[in-house]
């Protein structure tokens, strides 16, 4: 049954990657995967029992993922309802491109540190396209916009999916992540931000300026802005003075803003009340996205139940010369295939009894997973979004910006091998 196990495991894996052209939602594939994998291994043997109490333990510790991921969308989904977004649109008013390249970049970095690189890429792209009226210096912004996306959230535990599964899986904390990888990151951009200011450069030939329409409900967005913002950024702090797992803070949060809610909108018509509420928020949150993270989780941690993935660490072991050049082909490996099942994969193999929380290979990963994605434009979230809102060519991204991001990812990635 092993071989079964690892064969679906690899063609599930191999139909992920090849969404688009077998034109199957990879949340199914991965959730047909996931049962597929645990029903051979309780299928392997004469202990049903302890396969399934061990199916019931993992179902604990993908669940505070999955919720932490829920709370976090409803509350990013309430505050895009609100027009809270576009605050950060009015505050940009300058006519260099250069300077512009700057700012947008350093406000995606910062903004995907605080919520994600998915979401932060769909604002700042948004954004883009109402500022930039040249189609050519708007898909060097967009590229910008995928690396400066995912280097914010490589240094965040909650900017990036495979941070946030890392930081609730007890692999790094948040102070040490935001300590050893906030350099990497910044290297991670700051090289690609200098190679593009070579390209893009003069002056927007019509100021593009944000319409500041009056807005009964302006002051409310703004209201629904900070307490969005404070409610994910307090949750690393609630997790540090609680010892409760990250989703109690985000469900507290998310619990906040919908009493919140409810009481500034409580004397409006059901319609326009309806669009503003959580309800609404939760019928619009990506849920295929927490589907694919629940199948390839499910599929992963059969894997681990099933001790293939102690196998397969002490083969790569042999292989490779040592942990730094493992961590550095994941994130390499990370640009063609998804992220999240390749960190699932080392949270597996690799246990807090070997590297203890805050191991420097813990770092390494939560590195190299989340910036090597910026390497193809189908290589991360943030990448597939700014591909579809922009109509971004494989091929141009890889001539014209992944030389840029590869020199990037290889600079934060020698910072860590030297520091």
């Not at 009015?90 to 970095?109: E, G, K, M, P, Y």
């Amino acid at each position: 049954m092993e071989l079964a196990i690892i064969i679906t495991f690899c063609a599930g894996f191999a139909a992920i990657a090849l969404e688009h052209r077998i034109r199957v939602n990879k949340a199914a594939t991965a959730l047909l995967t996931g049962v597929l994998c645990w029903t051979f291994l309780v299928l392997d043997g004469d202990r049903p029992t302890e396969v399934t109490d061990a199916l019931t333990e993992h179902m604990g510790e993908i669940a505070s993922i999955l919720f932490f991921l829920l709370g976090a969308m409803t509350i990013v989904e309430l505050i895009d309802a609100h027009d809270g977004f576009d605050i950060i649109q009015r505050w940009i008013r300058t006519r260099d491109i250069r300077t512009l390249l700057w700012i947008v970049s350093w406000v995606a970095f910062v903004l995907s540190a605080v919520l994600d690189n998915l979401t932060t890429t769909i604002v700042m792209v948004s954004l883009v396209r109402k500022l930039i009226p040249s189609d050519r210096e708007k898909l060097f912004f967009a590229g910008m916009i995928v690396i400066a996306a995912n280097a914010g959230g490589a240094w965040s535990p909650i900017g990036d999916v495979t941070t946030t599964m890392l930081w609730v899986g007890g692999q790094i904390s948040t102070l040490g992540i935001i300590r050893n990888i906030l350099i990497p990151s910044i290297l991670n951009l700051l090289i690609p931000i200098l190679g593009l200011s070579l390209v893009v450069k003069g002056r927007l030939q019509q100021q593009q300026p944000v319409q500041e329409q009056e807005r009964s409900g302006s002051r409310d967005g703004l209201a629904v802005l900070i307490i969005g913002l404070c409610s994910l950024l307090m949750v690393p702090l609630f997790k540090q003075f609680t010892h409760l797992p990250p989703f109690m803070g985000i469900l507290l949060g998310l619990g906040s803003m919908w009493v919140v809610t409810e009481f500034i909108h409580h004397e409006k018509d059901e319609m326009d009340r309806d669009r503003l509420s959580v309800n609404f928020a939760l019928r619009k949150i990506d849920t295929p996205s927490i589907l694919f993270f629940l199948g390839i989780l499910l599929s992963v941690s059969a894997l681990e139940t099933g001790h293939l993935l102690q196998s397969l660490a002490a083969q790569l072991q042999e292989v490779l010369p040592g942990e730094d050049a493992l961590v550095f082909s994941i994130g390499i490996l990370s640009a063609i295939v998804d992220n999240v099942p390749i960190v699932a994969a080392v949270q597996g193999m690799y246990g807090l009894e070997r590297f203890a929380q805050d191991h420097h290979f813990w770092h390494f990963i939560a590195y190299a997973a989340g910036t090597g994605g910026s390497l193809l434009i189908i290589g991360s979230a943030a990448g597939v979004a700014a591909m579809g809102m922009m109509r971004i060519e494989f091929g141009w991204y890889l001539r014209k910006i992944a030389p840029w991001a590869l020199l990037g990812y290889v600079a934060g990635a020698l910072w860590f091998v030297l520091s």
